[in-house]
């Protein structure tokens, strides 16, 4: 990696640019004189649909001069009019756009904020792609509507390629699929991604190495290879077309069958939920889904009985090494409920025999108050963190803002504290603190609500997704 750092990734930098400047004079020449209402309103047809042709070849230099020299293809592509929607699967990096360059291009559903980049933005103008504005609150409706719009149209459109599981895995399982793709009810062609590498160093998830790391690792490979599986045309039964979900789980169970992986229940929403765990430094914030079900299958998340731990926590001997016959105890539950050893064994990470009270109760509060602002998680955990609402010493008020979020950080928290210990005495009140950020807007995430983020129900996920 080293030694192609310095010999062979300049050259291939140097060739990416190249490759990438001349996709934009190409999409520049083919938008020439069109308006962004005429590129939504009509397939391009005549010489502006060969210059988009030119321009996804011009991309496919891109990944070409980035080490992906060759991609197998297996299977035949359908037509548009055979099936207007491509579901691709599994969705795991950047790289899986190698998908829209490698042939004749398809459209994407993109977020409108894509159309401002610099360079790519023409570029992905160019495929006439279905924005989603996601400053709109009618966002989702519109883009299902205009996903619909294009599949019944009678117009020569492309196919519209969706990464049904709408985010990226580790390719492990497929998720849920999102039912976007398939609420047109129209005839599906199901495509496989694989990348067939000795070493993988692009897999791109909500926890691990960043995006720069990767590039320059594959980068720095001497080839990489993609194998591209175009799967029979799937064709919608009446039960299917009536109901998106039912199709898209039978679609995302032939894909699963063909990669001979196990599906799993979770979703792009749990990643949502696990993202801001870690952002708000909840232990376990990878198992955070699967401590909800166990929560929910005990009963928990609608008792009281975490709060009333809450309240003796610190009156507690030894509170921070329970082993399983406590932990029941405290909790209420038979000793002897499979889904309190599944709690037990979440929380005992590092297999000591025992869990620690506080990242339970940290854990079940969270589940709980996800969707309510963060102001009012903070206020459950008080009790965890000190004796007293009323006098937070320095010390607890730092350990109990770092669940906060990612914005509450160790400096800002320090100076939030001397801006509220006015008098110097040491310890400042809960109440004054949130006096105090009401009226400061650089607060304003902590009265912020997440209610993009549902509450989980019991069911049987496989925590097979990074």
């Not at 360059?101 to 006439?128: F, M």
């Amino acid at each position: 990696i080293y030694v192609l750092t310095v010999l062979l990734l300049p050259i291939r930098v140097v060739g990416c640019v190249l490759s990438l400047l001349s996709a934009w004079m190409f999409a520049c020449i083919g938008l020439y004189g069109m308006s962004m209402e005429e590129l939504q309103a009509k397939p391009l047809s005549g010489w502006r649909k060969l210059m988009q042709y030119w321009t996804a070849r011009a991309m496919r230099m891109v990944y070409t001069s980035g080490s992906f020299h060759y991609i197998k293809m297996k299977g035949t592509p359908a037509t548009p009019k055979e099936a207007p929607i491509l579901v691709v699967a599994p969705h795991s990096s950047y790289v899986d756009s190698i998908l829209v360059v490698s042939g004749h291009p398809p459209s994407i559903v993109a977020k409108r904020e894509t159309a401002d980049i610099p360079l790519l933005g023409r570029i992905i103008n160019y495929a006439q792609p279905i924005y989603v504005q996601r400053e709109d609150p009618n966002s989702r409706q519109n883009t299902i509507k205009n996903i619909v719009d294009r599949a019944r149209s009678p117009d020569n459109w492309p196919q519209v390629v969706i990464f049904a599981e709408g985010t990226c895995t580790n390719r492990t399982a497929l998720i849920k699929f999102k039912p976007g793709a398939f609420y047109p009810g129209v005839p599906v062609q199901p495509v496989l991604l694989r990348y067939p590498n000795k070493f993988d160093t692009f897999t791109w998830t909500w926890d691990g190495p960043g995006v720069l790391r990767l590039l320059w690792l594959t980068m720095t490979q001497f080839y990489n290879r993609c194998e591209i599986e175009y799967l029979p045309v799937y064709t919608p039964s009446p039960a299917e077309m009536a109901d998106a979900n039912l199709y898209a789980n039978n679609v995302r169970q032939v894909m699963a069958t063909a990669l001979d992986v196990p599906t799993s229940d979770y979703s792009f929403e749990d990643v949502i939920v696990m993202s801001r765990a870690r952002e708000m430094k909840i232990p376990f914030p990878g198992d955070i889904v699967e401590i909800e079900h166990a929560l929910d299958a005990l009963d928990l998340l609608d008792s009281k009985r975490d709060m009333e731990l809450c309240d003796k926590y610190l009156t507690l001997a030894n509170p921070e090494k329970l082993d399983i016959i406590t932990f029941a105890e405290l909790l209420q539950v038979d000793l002897k409920n499979p889904d309190l050893h599944k709690l037990f064994a979440l929380l005992n990470h590092r297999d000591k025999g025992t869990v620690s009270l506080k990242s339970f109760l940290v854990c079940s509060l969270f589940c709980k108050l996800k969707n309510d602002e963060i102001i009012e998680f903070l206020r459950a955990l008080i009790k965890l963190y000190s004796e007293s609402s009323e006098k937070i010493s320095r010390e607890s008020f730092t350990r109990l803002m770092k669940h906060g979020g990612s914005k509450m950080t160790e400096q800002k928290t320090q100076t939030l504290f001397y801006a509220l210990d006015t008098d110097n005495v040491g310890y400042v009140s809960f109440d004054k603190f949130v006096q105090y950020t009401e009226q400061q807007p650089s607060y304003k995430f902590l009265y912020h609500k997440s209610e993009h983020i549902r509450r989980t129900k019991s069911s049987k996920a496989t925590p097979t997704t990074n």
